[in-house]
């Protein structure tokens, strides 16, 4: 069992910066790949960014790309999100996900191969 608690979520204004944490615990040494995805209201959740557990190949959204950094905190054992510039359209509720065991890199776009979901936080951006 991996258990997954994401952090960080709040209320900012467009041009803001917010950094979302996800607290990764259990049998960790399993986890392969960390992605993170958002749902806005009335759409389908979608892809956000991935990240190689074991370090080294990140992934991003072209709608986030330049703006989002996903990196793993060893220490604290979180995989976070910081967010910059961020837009209205960045308002959903995010969430970060695990795949367990290997060659799970080449399925990080698939929601359906991540095995475990953290509960989500709300990211809300004021125009």
């Known amino acids: 069992q991996v258990q997954l608690v994401e952090s960080g979520g709040g209320l900012v204004q467009a041009g803001d910066s917010l950094r979302l944490s996800c607290a990764v615990s259990?049998?960790?040494?399993?986890?392969?790949?960390m992605g993170w995805f958002r749902r806005t209201p009335g759409k389908d959740r979608e892809f956000v960014a991935a990240?190689?557990?074991?370090?080294?190949?990140?992934d991003y959204a072209d709608s986030v790309k330049g703006r989002f950094t996903i990196s793993r905190d060893n220490a604290k054992n979180t995989v976070d999100l910081q967010m910059n510039s961020l837009k209205p359209e960045d308002t959903a509720v995010y969430y970060c996900?695990?795949?367990?065991?290997?060659?799970?890199?080449?399925?990080?776009?698939?929601?359906?191969?991540?095995?475990?979901w953290g509960q989500g936080t709300q990211v809300t951006v004021s125009s």
């Open positions: 259990g049998r960790t040494f399993r986890v392969a790949t």
């Open positions: 996900a695990a795949i367990l065991g290997s060659n799970s890199w080449y399925y990080r776009l698939l929601q359906t191969k991540y095995d475990y």
């Open positions: 990240l190689a557990w074991s370090g080294g190949n990140t």
